[in-house]
């Protein structure tokens, strides 16, 4: 039962070339740090990542991008990173757009194991591409598809031996639902409480999702953009 691991470099042997992989977080808010870091030292490439954005250059998942680790990217928001554009412009790298309430609950349809679903966002747009298009009552509707990841990497405000995990605020973000659709899912938490240390009645993931956990140190709390009076 306990799944406590001593930091990243315990959990490399788990990652190889061609990995689907989901990365919580909101913006620079709640992003898994040193899992980022590992992996973005590991060598490994051909990444198909499935996260809300993509960091900005050099922090975050732009260590990734900068090192040519990733292959495709799925994410509602790209506009903070430099690298990407030029990537994107230069045909170096796929990128499938996904509105941010439907990949939110196509990461959610994945882990509640529904494989598809219908929303009207994106009818009549480039998001619609080739999908499959239905009318209710009256209204037409995209199907979408429920996504999984081989490993979730998340990060958490605390959490428990047993892998019970507790966000905070924006920080929730997607790592909730990521955390339930990764085959394999590994939690950073920021404080590790003994077993019991957690009110049960606010565990937002329960430990029968998460493989394996670690406590991390000394993370900083970045600004995507700061904006100051002159």
Same mark, same amino acid.
């Given at each position: 039962?306990?799944? @406590?691991?001593?930091?990243?470099?315990?959990?490399?042997?788990?990652?190889?070339?061609?990995? #689907?992989?989901?990365?919580?977080?909101?913006?620079?808010?709640?992003?898994? *740090?040193?899992?980022?870091?590992?992996?973005?030292?590991?060598?490994?490439?051909?990444?198909? @990542?499935?996260?809300?954005?993509?960091?900005?250059?050099?922090?975050?998942?732009?260590? !990734?991008?900068?090192?040519?680790?990733?292959?495709?990217?799925?994410?509602?928001?790209?506009? *903070?990173?430099?690298? +990407?554009?030029?990537?994107?412009?230069? $045909?170096?790298?796929?990128?499938? +757009? @996904?509105?941010?309430? #439907?990949?939110? $609950?196509?990461? &959610?349809?994945?882990?509640?194991?529904?494989?598809?679903? +219908?929303?009207? /966002?994106?009818?009549?747009?480039?998001?619609?591409?080739?999908? %499959?298009?239905?009318?209710?009552?009256?209204?037409?509707?995209?199907? $979408? &598809?429920?996504? &999984?990841?081989?490993?979730?990497?998340?990060? /958490? !405000?605390?959490?428990?031996?047993?892998?019970?995990?507790?966000?905070?605020?924006?920080?929730?973000?997607?790592?909730?639902?990521?955390?339930?659709?990764?085959?394999?899912?590994? /939690? $950073?938490? %920021? %404080?590790?409480?003994?077993?019991?240390?957690?009110?049960?009645?606010?565990?937002?993931?329960?430990?029968?999702?998460?493989?394996?956990? +670690?406590?991390?140190?000394?993370?900083?709390?970045?600004?995507? &953009?700061?904006?100051?009076?002159?």
């Amino acid at each position: 039962m306990n799944k @406590v691991v001593k930091g990243p470099e315990d959990l490399m042997h788990l990652f190889r070339d061609g990995l #689907t992989i989901m990365s919580g977080g909101f913006g620079l808010c709640g992003n898994p *740090e040193k899992m980022i870091d590992a992996v973005a030292a590991s060598g490994h490439s051909g990444f198909t @990542v499935i996260s809300n954005n993509i960091g900005i250059d050099d922090v975050g998942l732009g260590k !990734w991008l900068a090192n040519g680790q990733i292959k495709k990217i799925l994410a509602s928001y790209v506009g *903070e990173n430099k690298t +990407f554009e030029r990537l994107l412009l230069e $045909e170096k790298i796929d990128l499938e +757009f @996904v509105p941010q309430g #439907t990949l939110a $609950e196509r990461i &959610r349809a994945g882990g509640a194991g529904i494989p598809a679903f +219908f929303v009207p /966002a994106g009818v009549g747009t480039e998001v619609q591409g080739d999908k %499959e298009v239905r009318e209710f009552d009256g209204k037409m509707y995209l199907m $979408e &598809r429920g996504l &999984r990841a081989d490993i979730a990497i998340v990060k /958490a !405000w605390k959490g428990d031996p047993y892998g019970n995990l507790v966000f905070r605020h924006t920080a929730n973000n997607f790592n909730q639902a990521m955390a339930m659709a990764g085959r394999i899912t590994i /939690a $950073e938490v %920021e %404080e590790l409480v003994p077993v019991g240390g957690l009110d049960p009645n606010f565990i937002h993931v329960p430990g029968i999702f998460v493989r394996y956990i +670690f406590e991390g140190k000394n993370y900083e709390k970045r600004i995507e &953009r700061l904006t100051v009076r002159e």
